[in-house]
């Protein structure tokens, strides 16, 4: 940026070393000249002076300013830098030379805190007072801010909290000025005299960017009233809907009347709900009333950035967390999204908006403006805001800082995007300082642009134009490559026109062009979604959706093998969605998620329906998490607990639990089937994530039963998973198996609640509770299914075992099955590291019994040929049943450990491969077993993952997705689907030879274990 020759910036810059401060002190403004606006016509600019310099002798200041001058060299120069390029400052300065003064030879920051004290500290005796006080105020807050702001004496955020503060307490002063006026008519009577707003129930909200603080220089302030009737002090028989009406009605006066002394700010209350047919203040149950029942979307957007700036700051705060759920849902709505972007496309349509130049530009609204740095920011905190409280911040610039950090933007686009807005803030305060204007529009007439370059510095037009246009093009790149996905209907591949009763022949043409073979039964289905014969498209906003999505829809169709049957399968898919709205919108601003979800309903119908169902676990594709590896148990824990956090009462956890295990459960399934993680990985992970929410929901579920029957004193507590959950193989089928056990000393008989419980009553009370919390399905479905089943005798006996019990049964009344059971027992969760170890030693010390080893074998041959007569398996894709197949690895597993644990205590893991390859290096097992067991078992289960994943009920591979064949043959890792099959037949008798020489035959006689 040009500032001048090299010698002036040279001897600017030796002045300023030159400075001598006192240790801690601020600089006076005249030391603070960092930069020069440049006079390009200096003969007036000396005319300009000559003016200053008259006023000041008249008032006999000429000494003072000299030596100012004194000090500051280049002082003269700065002043008449402003005074040719800004009438509007040149005048404000002229008005009262004395005041021009008091600025340049104070700190501007000791400046502005004076004024706010003033106005917050003033009494006025009538409403001219107070009106000419702020008036005058503002002037000096006007030129205080212009003159720090040009000299670089202030970064951007002084300039805007400056003038925000400033808007903050001169609304304070008005409203302090009708309360006390209020209470002189026996209608009010306050809680303290010197903040007579304090607890009134009556509250300003600063909204946009008064709201940010970040107001401009020539800044409107859009506000909300609010009142709590509850709150009001109002007495003596006045009303609250009149008297605060009135109030505002003053305010809005006060602050906004010009007057020969100016105007403090224009003020504008239309952002308040309704506000054709609401009056200029509202009563809080109203606002809730509307916000929650008809509430638009950018009503949410406005409101991320509300703060109560004036009156009674306590309610604003409570209001603002009472709507909380509105702006910040707790899944994403992205159809509010997309009316953000209309929004941005209706502004772009104005003339001058559609393309990036200089003259006439409009810096705020045009192409890779501000309001593109603020959408870029407030969008992406729309999407993430609901589950990360750190991106709910006010201030775009901090929101940018917060987006890179949580890895939603790159830091480089944080920084453009910091950079651009700083400067593109500068050259807006520049335009508005000219004749204090509220206008971002960059002068078409030469002479009036270069006024705005002059006062950044910039000496040549070329070099600003450079410069600006540098900064619009990387707003808008960073802008369009996230959000402007704004598709026209054609998409340059051809008509599609789908409307009337007769085929186009052109989009025939085109719908063949692109591969479709039935192009006639391809626009009659894409016609019936027009006609809203499904629920999803019913709404117009849905097909009006749908309508711009078309194009880009077909276009990735077509890309498929079969562009026909793909379409059939997206309509199967339409039909199910409840809503189309919020699925339209965010696959038309991110289209990369549709390519995900086409292989999705390519691949796995099971994930498919899971998205018909529930839109919204489409949410988590969006998090920058996505695109890395699966995410550690700490990440799971953490995020779990923040938006369990973020629940207001207990059933609300239970949702929120819900729609996090969804997300993750499709996360983690879909990093599968886009080949991130492996199906091993996604047994640990969905185990991992099973593990937190039960870590996490038991608490809560223990809290709501305390409330009513309190605590059994010094209890202990421990939930076990068995089963797959155990081994953390855990399909995303896969119920949970648990066993919840307890003790308590021997003298306690009953909790210490209202309603007291015997211990065993409790706890079995306790768990119900948790397996309802699990399986109860709430609007957002069922959590888990579980299964208690694996207690002391099963279902026979209690829901909750007290642990001498377990431990009891366990050796003198179980079978040779529960002892199979109990190798996978995994302590989750327990009330204190002791008792988990005490069950870890108890469940290890029946493990390592010396067993009979021929009674043994028969047990678990007579218990394989059980299942084999109650569910027999005739496929080799009966991956679980067939003979040989996942159960006979299993058994082998538990059976090695069972009768060799005694020796070999290592070989006791809850994961059946671990226990195999801790076997084969103990000796227990030989290596050639291992390599039939260990291959077969790592196959069984990448397979049984992926179908689990892809569809309910059993696979026919007759009648499945092509795409689901092709993902089994890669984890198989044979070359085509029928070679695999048989691959798999061999696995399975060979498991089965290993299983009979290891154990014995598996005779299909019913027998008992």
Same mark, same amino acid.
């Given at each position: 940026?040009?500032?001048?020759?090299?010698?002036?910036?040279?001897?600017?810059?030796?002045?300023?070393?030159?400075?001598?401060?006192?240790?801690?002190?601020?600089?006076?403004?005249?030391?603070?000249?960092?930069?020069?606006?440049?006079?390009?016509?200096?003969?007036?600019?000396?005319?300009?002076?000559?003016?200053?310099? *008259?006023?000041?002798?008249?008032?006999?200041?000429?000494?003072?300013?000299?030596?100012?001058?004194?000090?500051?060299?280049?002082?003269?120069?700065?002043?008449?830098?402003?005074?040719?390029?800004?009438?509007?400052?040149?005048?404000?300065?002229?008005?009262?030379?004395?005041?021009?003064?008091?600025?340049?030879?104070?700190?501007?920051?000791?400046?502005?805190?004076?004024?706010?004290?003033?106005?917050?500290?003033?009494?006025?005796?009538?409403?001219?007072?107070?009106?000419?006080?702020?008036?005058?105020?503002?002037?000096?807050?006007?030129?205080?801010?212009?003159?720090?702001?040009?000299?670089?004496?202030?970064?951007?955020?002084?300039?805007?909290?400056?003038?925000?503060?400033?808007?903050?307490?001169?609304?304070?002063?008005?409203?302090?000025?009708?309360?006390?006026?209020?209470?002189?008519?026996?209608?009010?009577?306050?809680?303290?005299?010197?903040?007579?707003?304090?607890?009134?129930?009556?509250?300003?909200?600063?909204?946009?960017?008064?709201?940010?603080?970040?107001?401009?220089?020539?800044?409107?302030?859009?506000?909300?009233?609010?009142?709590?009737?509850?709150?009001?002090?109002?007495?003596?028989?006045?009303?609250?809907?009149?008297?605060?009406?009135?109030?505002?009605?003053?305010?809005?006066?006060?602050?906004?009347?010009?007057?020969?002394?100016?105007?403090?700010?224009?003020?504008?209350?239309?952002?308040?709900?309704?506000?054709?047919?609401?009056?200029?203040?509202?009563?809080?149950?109203?606002?809730?009333?509307?916000?929650?029942?008809?509430?638009?979307?950018?009503?949410?957007?406005?409101?991320?950035?509300?703060?109560?700036?004036?009156?009674?700051?306590?309610?604003?705060?409570?209001?603002?967390?009472?709507?909380?759920?509105?702006?910040?849902?707790?899944?994403?709505?992205?159809?509010?999204?997309?009316?953000?972007?209309?929004?941005?496309?209706?502004?772009?349509?104005?003339?001058?908006?559609?393309?990036?130049?200089?003259?006439?530009?409009?810096?705020?609204?045009?192409?890779?403006?501000?309001?593109? +740095?603020?959408?870029?920011?407030?969008?992406?905190?729309?999407?993430?805001?609901?589950?990360?409280?750190?991106?709910?911040?006010?201030?775009?610039?901090?929101?940018? *800082?917060?987006?890179?950090?949580?890895?939603?933007?790159?830091?480089?686009?944080?920084?453009?995007?910091?950079?651009?807005?700083?400067?593109?803030?500068?050259?807006?305060?520049?335009?508005?300082?000219?004749?204090?204007?509220?206008?971002?529009?960059?002068?078409?007439?030469?002479?009036?642009?270069?006024?705005?370059?002059?006062?950044?510095?910039?000496?040549?037009?070329?070099?600003?134009?450079?410069?600006?246009?540098?900064?619009?093009?990387?707003?808008?790149?960073?802008?369009?490559?996230?959000?402007?996905?704004?598709?026209?209907?054609?998409?340059?591949?051809?008509?599609?026109?789908?409307?009337?009763?007769?085929?186009?022949?052109?989009?025939?043409?085109?719908?063949?062009?692109?591969?479709?073979?039935?192009?006639?039964?391809?626009?009659?289905?894409?016609?019936?979604?027009? #006609?809203?014969?499904?629920?999803?498209?019913?709404?117009?906003?849905?097909?009006?959706?749908?309508?711009?999505?078309?194009?880009?829809?077909?276009?990735?169709?077509?890309?498929?093998?079969?562009?026909?049957?793909?379409?059939?399968?997206?309509?199967?898919?339409?039909?199910?969605?409840?809503?189309?709205?919020?699925?339209?919108?965010?696959?038309?601003?991110?289209?990369?998620?549709?390519?995900?979800?086409?292989?999705?309903?390519?691949?796995?119908?099971?994930?498919?329906?899971?998205?018909?169902?529930?839109?919204?676990?489409?949410?988590?594709?969006?998090?920058?998490?996505?695109?890395?590896?699966?995410?550690?148990?700490?990440?799971?824990?953490?995020?779990?607990?923040?938006?369990?956090?973020?629940?207001?009462?207990?059933?609300?956890?239970?949702?929120?639990?819900?729609?996090?295990?969804?997300?993750?459960?499709?996360?983690?399934?879909?990093?599968?089937?886009?080949?991130?993680?492996?199906?091993?990985?996604?047994?640990?992970?969905?185990?991992?994530?099973?593990?937190?929410?039960?870590?996490?929901?038991?608490?809560?579920?223990?809290?709501?039963?305390? *409330?009513?029957?309190?605590?059994?004193?010094?209890?202990?507590?421990?939930?076990?998973?068995?089963?797959?959950?155990?081994?953390?193989?855990?399909?995303?089928?896969?119920?949970?198996?648990?066993?919840?056990?307890?003790?308590?000393?021997?003298?306690?008989?009953?909790?210490?609640?209202?309603?007291?419980?015997?211990?065993?009553?409790? #706890?079995?009370?306790?768990?119900?509770?948790?397996?309802?919390?699990?399986?109860?399905?709430?609007?957002?479905?069922?959590?888990?299914?579980?299964?208690?089943?694996?207690?002391?005798?099963?279902?026979?006996?209690?829901?909750?075992?007290?642990?001498?019990?377990?431990?009891?049964?366990?050796?003198?009344?179980?079978?040779?099955?529960?002892?199979?059971?109990?190798?996978?027992?995994?302590?989750?969760?327990?009330?204190?590291?002791?008792?988990?170890?005490?069950?870890?030693?108890?469940?290890?010390?029946?493990?390592?019994?010396?067993?009979?080893?021929?009674?043994?074998?028969?047990?678990?041959?007579?218990?394989?040929?059980?299942?084999?007569?109650?569910?027999?398996?005739?496929?080799?894709?009966?991956?679980?049943?067939?003979?040989?197949?996942?159960?006979?690895?299993?058994?082998?597993?538990?059976?090695?450990?069972?009768?060799?644990?005694?020796?070999?205590?290592?070989?006791?893991?809850?994961?059946?491969?671990?226990?195999?390859?801790?076997?084969?290096?103990?000796?227990?097992?030989?290596?050639?077993?291992?390599?039939?067991?260990?291959?077969?078992?790592?196959?069984?289960?990448?397979?049984? $993952?992926?179908?689990?994943?892809?569809?309910?009920?059993?696979?026919?591979?007759?009648?499945?997705?092509?795409?689901?064949?092709?993902?089994? +043959?890669?984890?198989?890792?044979?070359?085509?689907?029928?070679?695999?099959?048989?691959?798999? $037949? *061999?696995?399975?008798?060979?498991?089965?030879?290993?299983?009979?020489?290891?154990?014995?035959?598996?005779?299909?006689?019913?027998?008992?274990?």
């Amino acid at each position: 940026m040009g500032q001048g020759s090299e010698e002036e910036r040279h001897q600017l810059k030796s002045s300023i070393l030159k400075r001598e401060h006192r240790e801690g002190a601020l600089a006076p403004l005249f030391e603070r000249l960092e930069r020069q606006s440049i006079c390009a016509d200096d003969d007036l600019g000396n005319r300009h002076l000559k003016d200053l310099i *008259e006023k000041l002798e008249r008032k006999d200041l000429i000494s003072e300013f000299e030596q100012l001058c004194q000090g500051a060299p280049h002082l003269r120069s700065f002043i008449k830098g402003f005074m040719v390029n800004a009438p509007f400052l040149r005048e404000t300065m002229l008005r009262d030379v004395q005041r021009f003064l008091r600025i340049l030879n104070t700190p501007p920051e000791e400046t502005i805190a004076i004024l706010l004290q003033d106005c917050l500290n003033a009494r006025p005796e009538s409403e001219a007072e107070l009106m000419q006080s702020l008036r005058l105020a503002k002037q000096e807050l006007a030129l205080t801010v212009a003159l720090a702001d040009i000299a670089g004496a202030w970064p951007l955020e002084n300039v805007t909290g400056a003038l925000t503060k400033f808007a903050d307490a001169s609304l304070t002063a008005c409203l302090r000025f009708c309360l006390r006026e209020l209470e002189t008519r026996g209608k009010f009577i306050p809680v303290d005299h010197d903040e007579p707003e304090k607890d009134a129930g009556y509250f300003i909200l600063a909204m946009g960017k008064h709201g940010a603080g970040e107001l401009n220089y020539s800044s409107d302030i859009d506000l909300i009233v609010l009142y709590d009737p509850e709150r009001s002090r109002l007495i003596g028989g006045a009303e609250a809907p009149v008297e605060f009406v009135r109030i505002t009605r003053r305010i809005v006066k006060l602050m906004n009347e010009r007057t020969g002394d100016g105007y403090v700010f224009r003020t504008d209350l239309r952002l308040r709900p309704d506000p054709g047919a609401t009056p200029l203040a509202i009563s809080v149950p109203a606002a809730l009333v509307y916000y929650e029942s008809l509430g638009q979307n950018w009503e949410r957007a406005a409101l991320i950035k509300a703060r109560p700036c004036a009156g009674d700051v306590e309610a604003g705060e409570i209001f603002l967390e009472e709507i909380r759920p509105f702006v910040w849902r707790k899944y994403l709505d992205y159809a509010a999204i997309s009316d953000v972007h209309s929004i941005k496309r209706q502004i772009h349509a104005h003339k001058g908006f559609s393309k990036i130049t200089v003259a006439g530009h409009n810096v705020k609204l045009g192409r890779g403006g501000i309001r593109e +740095v603020e959408f870029f920011a407030q969008t992406q905190q729309l999407i993430a805001g609901g589950r990360n409280p750190q991106l709910r911040d006010r201030r775009t610039l901090i929101t940018l *800082e917060r987006l890179a950090d949580c890895g939603w933007i790159d830091q480089s686009a944080a920084e453009d995007m910091e950079a651009a807005y700083r400067y593109l803030r500068e050259v807006e305060h520049r335009i508005q300082m000219i004749n204090d204007e509220q206008t971002h529009i960059l002068p078409k007439d030469d002479e009036a642009l270069a006024r705005v370059y002059h006062l950044m510095g910039i000496r040549g037009r070329s070099e600003f134009a450079d410069e600006i246009r540098s900064k619009f093009e990387l707003v808008q790149k960073h802008y369009s490559g996230l959000f402007e996905h704004e598709p026209d209907l054609a998409l340059n591949l051809g008509n599609l026109v789908f409307t009337g009763d007769d085929e186009d022949p052109n989009t025939l043409e085109t719908l063949m062009q692109l591969g479709f073979q039935r192009p006639v039964d391809a626009i009659r289905t894409i016609r019936q979604w027009h #006609y809203g014969r499904y629920p999803a498209v019913r709404a117009p906003k849905a097909r009006e959706r749908l309508t711009e999505f078309t194009p880009i829809l077909l276009d990735a169709l077509a890309r498929t093998e079969n562009a026909d049957q793909a379409l059939l399968t997206f309509d199967a898919f339409l039909s199910k969605l409840p809503m189309g709205v919020q699925l339209f919108g965010l696959l038309k601003s991110n289209p990369h998620l549709f390519n995900l979800l086409t292989m999705v309903m390519g691949n796995a119908p099971r994930m498919a329906e899971i998205v018909s169902k529930r839109v919204h676990v489409l949410d988590a594709l969006l998090d920058p998490a996505f695109f890395g590896g699966a995410p550690t148990a700490e990440q799971i824990e953490s995020a779990l607990a923040v938006t369990l956090d973020q629940a207001g009462y207990y059933e609300e956890a239970l949702d929120r639990a819900r729609i996090f295990v969804q997300e993750q459960q499709f996360l983690l399934g879909l990093r599968l089937i886009t080949g991130t993680i492996t199906a091993a990985e996604l047994g640990q992970g969905l185990s991992t994530l099973a593990d937190a929410v039960l870590c996490q929901l038991l608490p809560r579920v223990q809290q709501e039963l305390e *409330e009513a029957h309190g605590k059994i004193p010094g209890a202990e507590l421990a939930l076990v998973a068995m089963g797959k959950l155990g081994g953390q193989e855990i399909t995303c089928a896969s119920d949970l198996d648990l066993i919840l056990l307890y003790d308590f000393p021997e003298d306690v008989v009953q909790s210490d609640g209202k309603r007291p419980l015997a211990p065993s009553q409790y #706890y079995s009370r306790l768990t119900q509770r948790l397996v309802s919390a699990l399986t109860a399905p709430t609007a957002e479905g069922v959590l888990y299914e579980v299964d208690f089943r694996l207690r002391p005798s099963g279902n026979s006996g209690p829901l909750a075992t007290r642990f001498v019990s377990f431990k009891d049964y366990q050796s003198n009344d179980a079978w040779t099955w529960e002892h199979m059971a109990l190798t996978r027992a995994r302590v989750i969760t327990s009330s204190s590291p002791e008792f988990a170890m005490q069950i870890d030693c108890a469940v290890s010390q029946l493990l390592q019994e010396k067993r009979d080893l021929k009674k043994l074998a028969t047990d678990v041959c007579d218990m394989r040929a059980r299942i084999q007569k109650e569910k027999p398996a005739k496929s080799p894709w009966q991956i679980k049943g067939i003979p040989g197949g996942l159960i006979d690895i299993e058994f082998i597993a538990q059976f090695l450990q069972l009768a060799h644990g005694v020796d070999h205590p290592e070989i006791l893991q809850t994961r059946t491969e671990d226990a195999l390859l801790k076997a084969r290096d103990f000796g227990v097992l030989h290596e050639e077993d291992a390599d039939t067991l260990i291959p077969a078992l790592r196959n069984y289960e990448d397979l049984t $993952q992926i179908l689990k994943l892809a569809q309910t009920g059993h696979f026919d591979p007759k009648t499945a997705p092509g795409g689901l064949l092709d993902l089994l +043959v890669n984890a198989g890792g044979e070359p085509d689907f029928e070679r695999l099959t048989i691959y798999m $037949q *061999e696995q399975q008798i060979m498991v089965r030879r290993t299983f009979e020489h290891l154990i014995g035959k598996v005779e299909e006689a019913e027998k008992t274990s």
